[in-house]
């Protein structure tokens, strides 16, 4: 058999192989919550008490489980009651969050939903206790009546990205209470989800806390806002004062039964037993990546005393992890294949080491024959004239040869963690810092000089297409600048057509997009089926320097 | 890491499913018709040029490292390095990764010795391992252009912000230039300074070019009937959505 069908057969296995990997789970069995489970949620409805929670099967892919309290303690469903959809986009990527409320047509449940832009606040309901749920779509927000949503605002209008949510359902109306990624709640209110009024000025501004809390939950007491913060390993409820302000009642989770626990995601409180159930994570340092968190769901009952006594006084694990999968062991061989690859590639540095030293070595070398060469007599063209020629021929070559060698000592000397403060370490660091990285940017700003070169000798219209293209750079090119905004400031709002800013954005995001897209289907195909070509043996021309 | 979905493997085997049938089709004497493409049939223009001129030729090979798109470009690569060692010409090539140097290296000398000229030109004359830094690449390899003056310059794979350095040290040196890549947003770079400029799928179809193998022209076949597909959906989908916007069904299915 030649050498070109051997390597044949040896890439039709390997391409195989990572397809296997690629279209087959990397383990099968297990439960749905087997990598973790965070963000609790507890309802109770004739006097049965239902908890939702996010299990994860993978790390970043949520689903919602649901169990039923019983004498013998919570009885998990076996299968999850919402999951993640490929026909949404809201929720590509997973569920998160939950809260729930009970409403005349059964259970709402409100999750933020993972995707590949930001996360959206959808809903589901259920009529048979949480057993199924039917999705329907995001929440919908706005200050007017107007609850116009779009592509990029599904929601509608925010006035903030959001980081979590709260939601309570009291007669016949919705409160929902946004926690924003900059630590502000606002208030929302509606009849349904999909028509809540958003109250322009937050109900709490930034200052409540000094960093950012793991989770957070609102119960309405009385019709007024209690808000629970969970930092950390520290539980925190605010309520409203007599002069308007918010004051805390604290509560530290006492070291003892799950000392090591951080209490990190979800906290929803429910006001019917004066819990909090919450998420907690074990701390584990050098935790292996993709190996299951240590996660336990936790009761925390609270009680409302301002005498001194604390908030809380015990918390109770009750969930952990579900069964563990079985690994089929695919990615032990894609990741073997990695680490190979990372050592031929390491080798393949000092061949092309080899080269530049082969190269630059020879440049010196011949130079120096003729720096010794008597003058008039030129072994070499340029030969003759010592010094001067030496350097003209051979002096990067040395500089390079030069650095290079101070360079591999100062990184084998300079780069360990002993070398902290030595000379080696502050060498190297001045030749990467104060050299290596200047010059990179230097020639970066080069470029800057060459686009103008570039572009006068392009946009001389010598043609009809090469005007378009001018036409269209002009636009692109004022439209996004201040002067464009000014000049559009100038044109009524209904002839956007002559807003350069809007034309400039048409032109980049549906012509240019539009062509793009093209681009890459056909680059994408393109790259399939040469790789398909790979695979099977079929293409020679990769085969080519091999017999 | 993430896993195909459903949607995926389907299409990835209705697409693979096309190129094969149509590879066996034209293996077994099915006529078709491959669209001449400038930039790729004046390869040959390129290097008799650049031999007339007795200047060098320079082929880079972009910052691909061990992929589908280096070994496209060591294809043409190979096939321009022959042509060149007919015509007793060097071929620089300057390298960003030192895998692509291992194996540049073979095809440059397989190249010359299947024309008899083995060991006419130095490797480490010809072939140089530049730097995986693009400013330093960029640099390096725009010097080498204009030191030697180079006759013809190909830019084959992918390419970041070098490009236009590499592009314009060609332009000042009068070089012969033809680009082909599939780095999209290097495109207006390559060309409003090089001579031809060749890219998205062209890139993949570039092999097919050289010789007509019956299985590089099947799969360029097998690649248009995908997209005929993909159009159709596309267009399907767009008038769908339009006229059918009430019905959720739809929708999420055109959401899959």
Known sequence: MSKRNILKIIAFVVGLYFFLEYILPEKVGGEFDSYEVNSPVCVEKQGKKLQFYVGNYYKGRGNIGRMVKTDSGWKKDPKPVLQRSLFLRFDQYGLAEPDCAMTPGGLTLLYMGQNEKEPVLCFAESSDDGKTFQKKGPAVFATNDLFKVSENNPNGFLPDKIKTFAAEYANGQWEVFLFTMTYRVFRAAGPDLKHLRLEEEPLVGATLTEKSPNAFDVALEGGAPTLFYIMDREILKFKKDASGQWTPLTWKAPAGNGSNDTMYAGGRYNSAD???????????????????????????????????????????????????????????GTEWAGKFLTVVGSFAIFIAMINLMLFHGKKIYQSALNYNAPLGEEKLPGGGAPMRNFLK??????????????????????????????????????????????????????????????????????????????????????????????LASLVPESWKLLQLPWLSGKLLSVLNAAAYRAVLIGTLIGSVAISLRIWLGLDNSVYSSVD | MDHATLPIIIFILLFSSFIITMIILTKRGKEVFLRPINGLKVIDDAIGRAAEEDRPIMFNLGFDDLSVNLFCSLAVMGYVVRKAAKLSMPVYVPLAQPLAYAMAEEFWKDGYAAMGKEGMFAVEDCLRYMSSNQSALGAGIAGWIKRDHVGANFMFGTYGFESMMLAEAGQQAGAFQIACTPSFYQVPFFMVSCDYTVFGEEFYAAGAYFNRDPVLTGSLVGQDYSKLVLLLLIVLGSLLLTIFQKYDYLRLLLQW
Not at chain 1, 293 to 303: D, Y
Not at chain 1, 433 to 462: D, E
């Open chain 1, 274 to 332: 004066g819990t909090l159930y919450l998420g907690t994570r074990q701390t584990q340092k050098g935790r292996p990546i993709d190996s299951p968190f240590e996660t336990t769901l936790c009761a925390v009952k609270l009680r409302d005393l301002s005498d001194g006594s604390p908030l809380a006084t015990e918390m109770t694990f009750y969930k952990k992890v579900g069964a563990q999968p079985r690994p089929t062991y695919l990615s032990y």
């Open chain 1, 393 to 486: 021929n051979a002096g990067y070559s040395a500089v390079f040869l030069i650095f290079l060698a101070v360079m591999i000592v100062c990184a084998l000397k300079g780069q360990t963690d002993e070398a902290e403060g030595t000379g080696w370490k502050t060498t190297f660091d001045f030749l990467f810092n104060a050299i290596q990285a200047p010059m990179g940017s230097a020639v970066f700003s080069m470029i800057t000089f060459y686009m103008i070169s570039a572009a006068y000798r392009s946009f001389k219209v010598r043609s009809l297409e090469a005007g378009f293209l001018m036409a269209a750079a002009i636009v692109c090119m004022v439209g996004q600048m201040p002067i464009g905004e000014l």
